[in-house]
């Protein structure tokens, strides 16, 4: 079975800041992985995903994320954060259920504040 | 391309009420997706139609039903309404291919009094 965890439910960075939102995954099989991030009152949007090509995916918004297997992480990362980051960011998992188009497996999610 | 829509954006009903959420996927996609967003518990997934077939359901009561119609159009309807079915309910939809990326529509928000 797939699950993930993100560890920080709060994350407050200063603007001009590193951003980093942890993600660490369980799955038996190959992952398909994701990270959206959710604007209040409104519904998710995909940042970027890892579908097993290159380990570093490159997102939206200035965010990339590094696929680590060893580690079974995931973390999302913005060199410099920007005051319209401030949101919620999720972690997602494609899980596996035969025939299935892959239903997503949320983490908790992460509340980004962001300090001018 | 038009993206996720559903309807209505919010609603408000009393316990032992039933309700009916609409949502439209993105055209071409045929699978859509069912979650419920609490504060408490996250966000879970609820089902799965493809085709106008359920493929896939979550760990929901059976009071937590959905259907989807030929133009890939899908409902999802809770009767027996109870204070904790308050939530944000977002449908996704997705294109035909193994776990293919999900595309969210903006929710309706179910306030249950």
């Not at chain 1, 200063?14 to 660490?24: K, T």
């Not at chain 1, 990270?35 to 995909?46: A, H």
């Not at chain 1, 899980?95 to 949320?106: C, E, W």
């Not at chain 2, 993105?26 to 859509?32: A, D, L, N």
């Amino acid at each position: 079975a797939q699950s993930v965890t993100q560890l920080g439910s709060h994350v407050s960075v200063s603007e001009g800041a590193l951003v980093l939102l942890r993600c660490n995954y369980s799955s038996s099989v190959p992952p398909y992985l994701f990270w959206y991030v959710q604007y209040p009152n409104q519904g998710l949007q995909l940042l970027l995903k890892y579908t097993s090509a290159a380990t570093l995916v490159k997102g939206i918004n200035g965010f990339e994320a590094e696929f680590k297997k060893s580690e079974t992480s995931f973390h999302l990362t913005k060199p410099s954060a920007h005051m319209s980051d401030a949101a919620e960011y999720f972690c997602a998992v494609s899980a596996t259920f035969g025939g299935s188009q892959g239903n997503l497996i949320f983490g908790k999610g992460t509340k980004l504040s962001v300090k001018p | 391309k038009a993206g996720v829509t559903q309807t209505p954006r919010y609603l408000i009903k009393t316990r032992g009420q039933q309700v009916t959420l609409s949502c439209s996927p993105i055209s071409g996609h045929r699978s859509v997706s069912w979650y419920q967003q609490t504060p408490g518990q996250g966000l879970q997934f609820l089902f799965e139609y493809f085709s106008e077939t359920q493929r896939n359901k979550g760990n929901f009561p059976g009071r937590f039903s959905g259907r989807q119609f030929s133009n890939s159009r899908s409902e999802m309807n809770v009767s027996t309404l109870e204070l904790g079915d308050s939530a944000l309910y977002l449908c996704a939809s997705s294109s035909p291919g193994t776990r293919a990326e999900q595309f969210f529509g903006p929710g309706t928000r179910l306030t249950v009094l």
